[in-house]
């Protein structure tokens, strides 16, 4: 998936082979999902739909009913179809893909007390301190919470550059350097942190109303600003 993805299962029935077993196939689930979803890869699913060719998996439809339901979630500011280099558009729903296939092969854990992190993007049960990383200095946290049963995604330029775009400008989003949501799914909290990158400081008003999710944003000038529902340092 191009990106780290780390697990760890604690307690009393950590060290038994069904453990190990769980997490082997949450690998080999999200071996299988990047074989479905890469967009760099041409023999994946996503790249033959972007050539125009009949694509029949219902992966694929699900991802794309759940990217429909972003757009419409977030006011287009997730959107997974871009413009295209030759024109018209072309379909990457990475963005919501990398939280969704986490959340799944996270499933396989039901049971553990484990954590799934997949660049810095968390599945959470049972109860885990989580540092929040400084977009500025990521050797330095920000916070650490205390949380438990949970997803937790991060999303900005820190680490990949201006890579986030205000789909209704068509340019680089601008104004945060990171958002931090807390939420009962990985996929939304993933999605919701995408599309207030790109809307901008003004998605703190947006954020606050999204019922059963936090947010933290961090603006480009350091300052910090938290929905009403932030948990305090743990």
Known sequence: MGLPVSVHVRGPQAGFDEAATAVADLFAELRMIDAVFSTYRPDSRISALNRGEPVRDDLVDTVIDLCEQARERTDGYFDAHLPAPAGGTWFDPSGLVKGWAVERAAARLAGYES?????????????????????????????????ADCAVATSGPAHRGAHIIDPHVGAPASGLRSVTVLGPSLTWADVYATAAVARGPAAMRWLAGLAGYEALLVRDNGDLLATPGWPTRG
């Open 115 to 147: 954590y799934v992190s997949a660049g810095g993007d968390m599945v959470l049960r049972g109860s885990w301190r989580v540092g929040i990383e400084d977009p500025a200095r990521p050797d330095r946290m920000l916070t650490v919470l205390e949380v």
